[in-house]
């Protein structure tokens, strides 16, 4: 009988296998690895926030 994978996500194997090379790579978890990358890519596209999330009080904010 074959073990269950089960998952929050929608993700293909390979897909996993990337995130958990990722994460080993870093020293993370799945979890925060993906908060990580997303915290990155949602700074680069709006270096200044947004209506509802704000820089942090002291962060250069560099605008484009």
């Known amino acids: 009988m074959q073990n269950k994978k089960v998952r929050t996500f929608s993700a293909t194997d390979r897909d996993v296998a990337m995130?958990?090379?990722v994460a080993r790579y870093h020293?993370?978890?799945k979890?925060?690895?993906l908060a990580s990358l997303v915290r990155?890519?949602?700074w680069r596209?709006?270096?200044a926030g947004?209506?509802?999330i704000k820089p942090d009080r002291g962060a250069k904010v560099?605008?484009?």
């Open 50 to 52: 947004t209506d509802k």
């Open 27 to 29: 020293g993370l978890n």
């Open 31 to 33: 979890s925060a690895t």
């Open 45 to 47: 596209i709006f270096p």
């Open 40 to 42: 990155k890519e949602f």
């Open 62 to 64: 560099e605008e484009k």
């Open 19 to 21: 995130l958990e090379a």
